[in-house]
């Protein structure tokens, strides 16, 4: 059998992330067109079948996928190694894949873009907006962002800043027909604005916390006539006077501070972990993440005051 090479190997490795030849191409920058070739290359010279096709998905087929297993981990050292070179000349470099929710990009991520890139014009930095649950390894990225109580435990985690607080506001159209509520009680005669998660379907359930222990934390069942899976439009939709909001402060900040939206249930509102960003467990850093993490940590502790409460240390 004459040596795989290498291009083939990586377009199948592409292919089966992505699950699609135009996903993989779109990573790739090579066509689809290309990458079917590729593919089908491999196959002959295998002699085996690696994808299922039909017109609407690629799946691995059983070889395929042990294949891939045993192919992963082989190209991710050749990929460690080439960016190792990039490391010896001091120079973060190399494409960075990270995952992170639209709010994680709104709020730490595209106020600072401009910097970043001017920064550290060696690294392509590809951002992934999802606001699911990402398999890192899986899907081939080097990092993800997200709340500290949504990361798994086997992840090594690094705050992006402090911790974050809710609040509960709505228009002042709003609150010309309805009463402020008092307690989360009260919310049963309101119209609240519900967040549909992306993962799983379900609705977000209002979480609070007693005024008098902030770690007595429940949830209330709340009603509403608006459901979305977009944070950006259930805040237009407070705006708006629809209903009132539950959401990270920071979202709301600019909105709440010039009176676009009036904050309630103050009181009752409790603080959580911030963002952190995560990576799988390895044995050394990438220069080019490592730049990243100080960058938004660093941008982070400008505009929060305090010190960040550490996770795990990578």
Request: proline share 6%; with cysteine.
């Amino acid at each position: 059998m004459n040596p795989i090479q290498l291009p083939a190997l990586a377009a199948f490795a592409a292919v089966a992330r992505h699950g699609s030849f135009t996903r993989a191409a779109g990573e790739t920058g090579v066509s689809p067109s290309a990458l079917s070739q590729s593919v089908r290359a491999l196959e002959a010279q295998l002699k085996i079948r690696l994808f299922n096709r039909t017109t609407r998905r690629v799946a691995l087929t059983e070889a395929g996928a042990q294949f891939f297993e045993r192919v992963r981990p082989a190209l991710a050292e050749l990929a460690d190694a080439i960016e190792a070179l990039d490391e010896t000349r001091d120079r973060p470099a190399g494409t960075l894949r990270v995952t992170l929710p639209r709010i994680a990009n709104e709020l730490l991520v595209l106020p600072h873009l401009g910097e970043f890139t001017q920064r550290y014009p060696q690294i392509r930095l590809e951002l992934a907006l999802d606001d699911g649950f990402t398999d890192l390894v899986a899907q081939g990225f080097d990092a993800g962002i997200r709340l500290g109580q949504s990361i798994a435990q086997d992840m090594v985690a690094v705050p992006l800043g402090g911790d974050v607080r809710i609040a509960v506001a709505g228009a002042p159209a709003y609150f010309k027909s309805h009463l402020k509520p008092r307690t989360p009680d009260d919310l049963a005669t309101h119209d609240c604005l519900h967040y549909r998660f992306a993962t799983s379907g379900g609705i977000y359930r209002w979480e609070f916390a007693q005024p008098d222990d902030s770690r007595r934390v429940f949830n209330v069942q709340t009603r509403g006539h608006f459901v979305t899976n977009d944070l950006r439009t259930m805040v237009r939709a407070a705006l708006e006077g629809v209903g009132l909001v539950h959401v990270i402060e920071d979202y709301v900040r600019e909105e709440l501070a010039d009176g676009r939206l009036v904050r309630v249930l103050d009181d009752w509102c409790p603080s959580f972990q911030g963002f952190f960003l995560y990576t799988p467990g390895r044995a050394q850093m990438p220069a080019k993440l490592r730049a990243l993490i100080d960058f938004l940590q660093e941008k982070r502790a400008s505009v929060l005051p305090g010190k960040s409460r550490r996770r795990r240390k990578p």
